[in-house]
């Protein structure tokens, strides 16, 4: 426990490392120094720095600056190269409390070659910056939009609700966001990062890195700005047309499904290290079947694991957040058997194991809806009066997607009805020619992001290049492959781009127990070089889906 004096004493040490880095609007040159432990929790070495930014880029008479907190993780091979800005989607995730993990830096940089610094920052909207949203003042109302977040299919009735939800979330971030709101825009955080290439006093130029919704903030700045971008990896494609212009995102979920099918077919091919197909004889369709039935069952009938629900809604987001990436399959089949066989007992004692899942702050909890919501709501340019033109878009999403189809009907109705609009918005096209060309990257199984749209955004990219991974999950980080390290750091280190139709394949096969990015680093660059593996959800996971956190890109 820190005392009151002590406690003074780290808010003033942290007051005077902010004020101290801090740089004036149109100062050029960053100081970088220590970090504030508890804003950038990292287990390798970072410095942080502050610039401030234009708070409305469209007012020119106005002096109201906005403080961007950046982190770096220093390149270990030296001299650096330069510097690396990272995204890693949302719209809003957080970025300063992730890129100092080891094992995470660790992959980042093998795949860049291991000469460039790693930089990041919160962006304007999320949970970690200086502007971030709070629609919800009072904390009831926070409390209870946090309890009736379901998946839109839970029930009958539950459609319309989320229409009638969407409304007041959109009518309650009016009322206390509306300025906040205006602010938050993909061109707004375009202009900022230009704003950090200039104070990093470098070359000038660009050199980026967006995962997931980070590849449709990409676009956007390599579109605003194509004679900036030095390198870029748009990874986990997200199709920037939808995300602009379409009242949902039907084309994210075209092989959602398919990659929902490859955990039972995954599982039969390697019974023994799945536990959902050790022990019987069933085919990979007769497993996907048990578990949609399973669904249908908790629709109605929810199953309780001690002091643990487990209902439509619950089970459907864990399935999801599989979809994210195939290392954790093995721990999931278990989970699922559990389930399935009624060893609820069983399946409480690890969740148990894990620690409290009670939530104390709605807020926290809420942070990444709000900020999605902020920007991306702000960002998209269609809006919809009327519940029943909203109706043919959900038909598509169901038609496309029997797995995600119904997971973000909540956020696509209120930014329907979202009501703020933003200083600036990208209405331009993405027929762009950068500087330099743009490499491309996507999964054949990605139920996020699908390769279809890489292909799509790449073929409006003059020059660009797209490299097919051969593997199941979001984004390359999602399949430890040695080719793709050895690509993607020619890219970043001599400008090589892959051969037309160039695909890597993953080096582990479905329900590896090996699987990891350690070794395949190690084999690329020596022993030694990495030895952090990355946490993937299982037993958490389904943690998370108990809270029902929203979907991210």
């Not at 992730?98 to 995470?104: Q, S, Y």
């Not at 007769?286 to 001690?306: F, G, I, N, S």
């Not at 696509?412 to 993405?430: A, V």
């Not at 890597?504 to 590896?512: I, Q």
Request: net charge negative; with cysteine.
């Amino acid at each position: 426990m820190v005392s009151f004096c002590g406690a003074v004493e780290l808010f003033l040490i942290s007051s005077f490392l902010t004020l101290s880095l801090a740089q004036p609007y149109g100062t050029s040159k960053l100081q970088w120094g220590p970090c504030n432990e508890t804003e950038v929790p990292s287990d390798v070495p970072v410095e942080c720095s502050v610039l401030y930014v234009p708070l409305d880029y469209t007012d020119t008479s106005s002096n109201e600056t906005l403080q961007l907190d950046l982190v770096k993780v220093p390149s270990p091979v030296k001299p650096s190269k330069g510097s690396i800005l990272f995204n890693f989607g949302g719209p809003g995730e957080p970025s300063r409390s992730e890129i100092g993990t080891k094992a995470l830096a660790e992959e980042l940089f093998a795949l860049t070659g291991r000469q460039y610094d790693l930089v990041t920052f919160d962006p304007r909207g999320a949970s970690g910056s200086k502007i971030s949203m709070n629609c919800f003042q009072v904390e009831s109302d926070a409390w209870s939009y946090l309890l009736d977040i379901k998946v839109g299919n839970s029930s009958e009735v539950e459609l319309g609700r989320q229409w009638a939800r969407g409304k007041m979330r959109a009518d309650a971030c009016l009322r206390t966001q509306s300025k906040t709101g205006s602010l938050l825009s993909s061109a707004f955080v375009a202009r900022d990062m230009l704003q950090i290439v200039d104070a990093l006093q470098e070359d000038g130029l660009l050199r980026y890195w967006g995962f997931s919704y980070g590849t449709t903030l990409g676009a956007t700045t390599a579109a605003m700005f194509p004679d900036r971008v030095e390198k870029m990896v748009l990874d986990g494609v997200q199709n920037p047309h939808e995300y602009y212009h379409a009242q949902a995102n039907i084309e994210e979920w075209t092989d959602s499904d398919a990659e929902f099918s490859a955990f039972f077919s995954g599982c039969v091919a390697n019974r023994e290290n799945c536990a959902l197909a050790t022990g019987n004889s069933k085919t990979a369709a007769e497993l996907e079947q048990e578990v949609w039935d399973l669904l249908d069952t908790v629709k109605y009938h929810p199953l309780v694991a001690r002091n643990y629900l487990l209902d439509y809604t619950t089970v459907k987001s864990y399935l999801i957040l599989q979809l994210y990436g195939s290392m954790g399959w093995p721990t999931a089949a278990v989970i699922i058997d559990l389930i399935l066989t009624g060893q609820l007992d069983t399946l409480a004692d690890f969740l148990d194991a894990t620690g409290e899942v009670t939530i104390t702050d709605p807020y926290a909890s809420l942070a990444l809806y709000q900020s999605l919501a902020g920007i991306y709501c702000g960002d998209n340019q269609v809006r919809t009066e009327k519940f029943e033109d909203f109706l043919p878009a959900v038909k598509q999403l169901y038609s496309t997607s029997k797995i995600l189809g119904d997971d973000a009907i909540n956020t696509y109705s209120t930014c329907q009805q979202w009501k703020i609009e933003p200083k600036e918005r990208y209405t331009g096209d993405f027929n762009v020619k950068t500087k330099s060309p743009v490499l491309f990257i996507g999964n054949t199984f990605d139920g996020l992001t699908p390769l279809k749209s890489a292909k799509n955004v790449s073929s409006t990219f003059e020059g660009s290049a797209l490299l097919t991974v051969n593997g199941y999950g979001h984004s390359s980080l999602a399949v430890p492959s040695s080719c793709t390290i050895k690509t993607t750091s020619a890219y970043w280190l001599s400008g090589t781009l892959p051969t037309e139709g160039e695909v890597c394949e993953a080096d582990y096969p479905l329900f590896s127990p090996a699987a990891s990015w350690v070794d395949v680093i190690n084999k690329v660059y020596g022993n030694g070089t990495a030895s952090a593996k990355r946490d993937v959800p299982h037993f958490h996971g389904l943690r998370r889906s108990l809270t029902s956190l929203p979907l991210k890109w």
